[in-house]
């Protein structure tokens, strides 16, 4: 039985399945959110570290702490 990675951020999905083209698993919990499975390679650790740790993260982040400070919230 292969292992899977799981994520729920869309950017980090997406950012797999543009240098995998692997297309991954969705299942949906009860709160409606979406959870992501990939299989679990090498491939898709080098690609997930690269992200959390690139200059796209860190200008995501601070997009997604402007939008909260516009609705409002902290």
Do not use: W
């Not at 698993?25 to 390679?41: C, I, Y």
């Not at 690139?54 to 982040?61: F, K, P, V």
């Amino acid at each position: 039985m292969s292992r899977h990675y799981l994520t729920k951020s869309i950017e980090q999905a997406a950012a797999i399945i543009t240098y995998t083209k692997e297309e991954p698993m969705l299942s949906f919990g009860e709160d409606g959110k979406v959870t992501f499975a990939f299989n679990q390679t090498d491939k898709v650790t080098a690609i997930v570290m690269g992200y959390e740790n690139s200059e796209a993260r860190i200008l995501l982040d601070c997009r997604n702490n402007l939008f909260r400070r516009m609705r409002g919230g902290k």
